[in-house]
Structure formats: C-alpha cells, structure tokens
T-cell receptor, first 115, second 112 residues
Framework: EPEVTQTPSHQVTQMGQEVILRCVPISNHLYFYWYRQILGQKVEFLVSFYNNEISEKSEIFDDQFSVERPDGSNFTLKIRSTKLEDSAMYFC?????????????FGPGTRLLVL | DQQVKQNSPSLSVQEGRISILNCDYTNSMFDYFLWYKKYPAEGPTFLISISSIKDKNEDGRFTVFLNKSAKHLSLHIVPSQPGDSAVYFCAASAGNTGKLIFGQGTTLQVKP
C-alpha cells in the first residue's frame, strides 16, 4: 500500500540554524500539507500546497517557514532560523484530489528538537 | 483554539465490548468530520469520515454518528479489539479547504 514517507525521523539542531524537513507524498496525490504537534498538545495545521502554490496557511506559518516541491516527488518544509518553540513533531500529509482533500494520509513524522 | 474538543483524555474498555469516543465542535461552518487513529511513533491514520449532510457512516466495526444540532460526533467501535488500543483524534474541516482542525485526542485502551 502506498504511503507517505518523511526524512529524517529525528533532527536535533541549534537555535538559529536552518532545517529542512523532507517528505515524499503518495505518488498520484495532488494536495500536500504540513502539520505539527508540540509535545502534549494538539496536531496543528501549518500549510496546504497545491499546484506549486500555497493554498492556505495558519498564523503559525510565518516568514521563517517556507515550503517547496523541488521535483515531482519531494515536498519540503524549511525553517530558516529555528527557535526553541519550534521543537515538535512535524507531519507531512497528502490527499488525492480536491473532492477528497480532507481525507489526508499522514507520514510517520519528523521529531525536531531545537536546543 | 478550542473549536474541536475531545473531553475524555482516556477510555478503557474490555475486549469485545463497545468503545464510544466523543467529540464536540463549536464552529457551525464545519462540514466534514474525520476520525484518525495514532499509534506511538507513527503518523495519524485515517479511519472514517462523515459529511455534514449525513448523520451516520459505517465501515466494518467502525461507525461515526453526527448530531449537528448538538455539534457532537461520536465514534463507535464494535466489537473492540486489543489492537484498537491507540490515540483517537477527531478532526473537522470547513469549505473543502483541506485544513483539518484536530481535537486533543482520546487514548483508548482495550483490555484482553
């Protein structure tokens, strides 16, 4: 069964450093998402992406964040200058089409720790 | 942001019995609701969904009920199995945007 993959599974970085989290969505999916879950808190929407553009973003997704689909398979989340409060589990998700946008398939997550 | 609430942090049931997980929402614009299951060290896995035009959707052992007037939905698992032990998240969406708003999750433990 096709699945969303994410790399790395864990990343430790120093405050102020840039990190890039990588995702390979399910191959025929058209919509892509990033969510995060701070330890002990809810899963929070960050951004949705379709047709090489951001469709929607939350207030969390400020200028320090960016997303990119550099080729036909990868979908990346970049945090330019990490802060302590960026420590969280980051989940990538994808969905097949506009009608099924809400039925999202999640990757296993990247645990980011900012020191 | 408390638009989607799961007031029970945990639930324990005996194998073979019914598990009922509850979820409340406040935003009347929500028109699509989903349940996800999550095991430790894994991402959420889609379980079942329901559109606001329906009040019930069933898939095998899983049934989701929607009460729009009460802004309440529930997930019934019958019969419960030990493998169902996981964290269950309720999520909601408005206007086919793809933006899911999640509840805090309920940890279900099914005892053999």
């Amino acid at each position: 069964e096709p699945e969303v993959t994410q790399t790395p599974s864990h990343q430790v970085t120093q405050m102020g450093q840039e990190v890039i989290l990588r995702c390979v969505p399910i191959s025929n999916h058209l919509y892509f998402y990033w969510y995060r879950q701070i330890l002990g808190q809810k899963v929070e929407f960050l951004v949705s992406f379709y047709n090489n553009e951001i469709s929607e973003k939350s207030e969390i997704f400020d200028d320090q964040f960016s997303v990119e689909r550099p080729d036909g398979s990868n979908f990346t989340l970049k945090i330019r200058s990490t802060k302590l409060e960026d420590s969280a589990m980051y989940f990538c998700a994808s969905s097949p089409d506009r009608i099924s946008q809400e039925t999202q398939y999640f990757g296993p997550g990247t645990r980011l720790l900012v020191l | 942001d408390q638009q989607v609430k799961q007031n029970s942090p945990s639930l324990s049931v005996q194998e073979g019995r019914i598990s009922i997980l509850n979820c409340d929402y406040t935003n009347s614009m929500f028109d699509y609701f989903l349940w996800y299951k999550k095991y430790p060290a894994e991402g959420p896995t889609f379980l079942i969904s329901i559109s606001s035009i329906k009040d019930k959707n069933e898939d095998g052992r899983f049934t989701v009920f929607l009460n729009k007037s009460a802004k309440h939905l529930s997930l019934h698992i019958v019969p419960s199995q030990p493998g169902d032990s996981a964290v269950y998240f309720c999520a909601a969406s408005a206007g086919n945007t793809g933006k899911l708003i999640f509840g805090q999750g309920t940890t279900l433990q099914v005892k053999p």
